[in-house]
């Protein structure tokens, strides 16, 4: 393909940014304001703080009461509507559709993509929990995958750093393998989650219930503080919760330094064996499909860990053939998501006099408690998973029933609190890092734009599998366990890509011949290109990333900025 590259000595920054989501907001905020004139590229269209333009709705003010209908879903969304969120009238345009940004599958993998400035920041689930060494060291102790070429003292002061930007609303609970952060003040349980916890400090002493860890301001900061309406998917009005149009992308912008880009895909990076760095990227206009070449000292990689696994793909000259970095076949393997939809609920009985106020967007978290020690060691699985869950007062059946709304019954049922109290909870996995689940592109098929489209080939392979198992015995021991009733277990099979946490196939390490990545998120032969979203992760983990993927990016910005003014870059 041909790529226009006249004027190019107007297309000139000092970086380049390419995604606008949780890790490019990121790198937007810490070069700008590190006074590096940064260019962001967003393949999506521009969204600005506060156009969210169904925030405020109400059921009766969406079409078909907010539902998609399904022959639309079949049509426009039927890979994104198997995710875990729901396609609606308040949400669809934040979802793109699969009949204009397809993809393959030799194995079932549920990518869920948002193309806006904003990306996925607009739409995640706002969970925040650290690692600890003993994610950064299992890999290694295991002799699985590769060894990390960090520990978690590298990373701690950059959570610091970030987790005071964002606002975590938490407790602290002095746990070695989910460490503390500088917490907002906890998000108030209700009277069934407490009750549970209360349970599970009595019978169990391996294992602890605490607040959600949420990206939700408990209490104001300089964004407006979480207003309780549990509408966050769709933009939030008052900066309630941590997004990159809420917070880093406002304050990229008030630096001076910043411009960006909007339908903008950028289709690869490019490569100058006479320097051995990068110059600069190439771009496809996603409107026009005009082909631009921006330039700059150093480029950011943060489209997402398949969004950037594509670009390098896509990056390819006589001296790496097979991708940008990828003199060793790693790109695109490894290819690692959590896994559940492992779940169980049950009746909290004895608590009819209590009631909650507003629609709070965080429950309970259950840190990892097997494979912690010798103790909790398991003889039939490596690694372990998380709980995440939550309480609530649902209505009773009848009142679901139109006929019977009418008249003095109906009068009176609208002063009863609802149903019975119930409290779940839900299981999170990790995945092991397998050469062998892959992502790939098909030379054979390519999108509107040309570029070849991306092929998933990854699987649950007998860890999880086996993980799983436990996971059912326990989420249903536990809660019978703490006195609840009528406790059901739903187990239902997720595919790769579900979780919404694809990592892995750019992966950091010590070695050139086994990663792509150094400790500090660059290319080993190519210093002047960073990847720092989840493509960079060398394991899973069992918990949410998004949080370390900001504490990367943040790293990694402080280094490039110091090495551009040593001149190494």
């Keep these: 393909m ?13 970086a380049i940014v390419v995604g606008s989501g949780i890790s490019g907001g990121w790198a937007a905020k810490e070069l700008s304001e590190k006074g590096l004139k940064t260019l962001v590229l967003e393949r999506g269209r521009m969204v600005k703080h506060g156009d969210y333009p169904t925030a405020n709705m109400d059921p009766w003010d969406a079409k078909h009461r907010g539902k998609v209908l399904q022959e639309e879903i079949e049509e426009h969304y039927p890979k994104q509507s198997r995710t875990g969120y729901t396609i609606s009238q308040y949400t669809k345009h934040w979802f793109v559709k699969d009949s204009e940004h397809p993809y393959l599958e030799d194995k079932r993998f549920d990518w869920m993509r948002g193309y806006h400035v904003g990306g996925r920041s607009l739409m995640w689930g706002r969970q925040c929990y650290r690692w600890s060494d003993l994610d950064f060291e299992a890999n290694l102790k295991e002799g699985i995958g590769i060894d990390w070429p960090i520990r978690y003292k590298d990373i701690a002061p950059w959570y610091d750093y970030v987790e005071n930007y964002v606002g975590i609303a938490g407790k602290k609970e002095g746990l070695a393998h989910l460490p503390d952060g500088p917490f907002l003040k906890p998000m108030e349980l209700n009277v069934a989650e407490q009750y549970v916890i209360d349970r599970i400090r009595e019978v169990y002493d391996d294992r602890i219930l605490t607040n959600a860890r949420v990206a939700n301001l408990s209490e104001a900061k300089d964004r407006g503080a979480c207003q309780y309406r549990n509408r966050c998917i769709r933009g939030c009005p008052f900066g309630g919760y941590f997004s990159s149009v809420s917070a880093t992308l406002p304050d990229a912008e008030r630096s001076g330094n910043m411009s960006i880009r909007p339908y903008s895909i950028v ?3 490019i490569y100058d064996p006479k320097t051995g760095k990068a110059s600069g990227v190439r771009v496809i206009d996603a409107e026009t499909k005009e082909e631009i070449v921006f330039n700059a000292k150093v480029i950011f990689l943060t489209a997402s860990c398949l969004g950037s696994t594509q670009i390098l793909m896509n990056s390819k000259s006589s001296t790496f053939s097979e991708g940008l970095g990828n003199t060793n076949g790693v790109l695109g393997r490894n290819l690692m998501d959590h896994h559940f939809l492992i779940s169980a609920r049950g009746k909290v009985e ?12 965080g429950g309970t978290y259950m840190p990892r408690f097997r494979n912690i020690d010798s103790q909790s060691k398991m003889k039939d699985f490596v690694r372990g998973y998380g709980l995440q869950g939550g309480g609530g007062r ?3 059946w009848q009142q679901s029933i139109g006929e019977l709304k009418y008249g003095k019954d109906g009068k009176e049922q609208l002063f009863k609190p609802g ?7 839900i299981a999170f996995g990790e995945c092991l890092p397998y050469e062998d689940n892959i992502v790939y592109q098909d030379s054979n098929e390519k999108d509107q734009w040309g570029i070849p489209l991306l092929r998933f080939d990854a699987e649950w392979k007998e860890n999880e599998l086996n993980m799983r198992k436990d996971m059912k015995v326990q989420v249903v021991e536990m809660l019978e366990k703490s006195g609840l009733k009528d406790v059901q277990l739903n187990d239902r099979m ?3 890509g579900l979780g919404i946490h694809e990592m892995g196939t750019a992966r950091m390490g010590r070695d050139p011949k086994t990663s792509i990545l150094n400790q500090w998120n660059q290319i080993h032969n190519v210093k002047n290109v960073f990847v720092t979203d989840g493509a960079c992760m060398t394991s899973s983990g069992c918990q949410n990333p998004s949080i370390t993927y900001m504490a990367l990016t943040a790293r990694a910005c402080d280094h490039a900025v110091k090495e551009l003014n040593r001149q190494n870059l």
Excluded at 2 to 14: H, I
Aim: aromatic content about 22%; overall charge negative.
């Design 2 to 14: 041909y790529f226009n590259s006249q004027n190019n000595q107007n297309n000139t920054y000092d």
């Design 267 to 269: 289709h690869s990076v």
């Design 350 to 361: 004895g608590l009819e006099d209590y009631y909650y106020k507003g629609r709070r967007p």
């Design 394 to 396: 649902g209505a009773e």
């Design 419 to 425: 149903g019975p109290w119930t409290y779940g909870m």
């Design 494 to 496: 997720s595919y790769p």
